[in-house]
């Protein structure tokens, strides 16, 4: 299909461990969102890339959590030394610009033991 | 800090009569809001927005009402249908200066026959 994916759909750890989640955005979109949704709570904005432009970082929870983005493909989350606290669903989103609708992936459930 | 509210947890409505589903925000530099639908294992899919220089936008049997004075909004399907049973979040931007969306918990909508 030619929506948001994310890879992998399900992700258990172990407390301590690092993880990596991927997206890949809608071709030829600009612009890609991370979000994440703990139990009970609502989506909350982590990162966005917006073409060649610096990152915007402002909704990352510590510096355990990075992303990278290569061009306008492919970008992955990595969350260093997970805690309990991290669990939660990561939601991926693309926009063909910003401030463009955003489309949405379905989701890595993270759970950390 | 919860800058987008949505109260109401869950709502029940019978198949064919209206749903209404409210949303409450904070942060008066808002000018776009939008609904989301996110069905389970599903990212969350674009529903309806409007503009803060709109009080009303109406899209097929959805409608978004926009109280700015109230800093209150609120999300009508009329009639209702079993296939909108679905979780509905609200989420306000500041175009200008934000390039993340802020979510609401969300409401789940049980529309039943």
């Known amino acids: 299909g030619a929506g948001v994916s994310q890879s992998p759909s399900n992700k258990v750890t172990e407390k301590g461990k690092d993880v990596e989640l991927r997206c890949d955005p809608i071709?030829?979109?600009?612009?890609l969102y991370w979000y994440r949704q703990r139990l009970g709570q609502g989506l909350e904005f982590l990162i966005y890339f917006q073409g060649n432009s610096a990152p915007d970082k402002s909704g990352l929870p510590s510096d355990r959590f990075s992303a990278e983005r290569t061009g306008e493909s492919v970008s992955t989350l990595t969350i260093q030394r997970t805690q309990q606290e991290d669990s939660a669903v990561y939601l991926c989103?693309?926009?063909?610009?910003?401030?463009?609708?955003?489309?949405f992936g379905p989701g890595t459930r993270l759970t950390v033991l | 800090d919860q800058q987008v509210k949505q109260n109401s947890p869950s709502l029940s409505v019978q198949e064919g009569r209206i749903s209404i589903l409210n949303c409450d925000y904070t942060n008066s530099m808002f000018d776009y809001f939008l609904w989301y639908k996110k069905y389970p294992a599903e990212g969350p899919t674009f529903l309806i927005s409007i503009s803060s220089i709109k009080d009303k936008n109406e899209d097929g049997r959805f409608t978004v009402f926009l109280n700015k004075s109230a800093k209150h909004l609120s999300l009508h399907i009329v009639p209702s249908q079993p296939g909108d049973s679905a979780v509905y979040f609200c989420a306000a931007r500041n175009t200008g200066t934000a390039s993340k969306l802020t979510f609401g918990t969300g409401t789940r909508l049980q529309v039943t026959l």
């Open positions: 071709s030829g979109h600009t612009a």
């Open positions: 989103a693309s926009s063909l610009d910003f401030p463009g609708e955003q489309f």
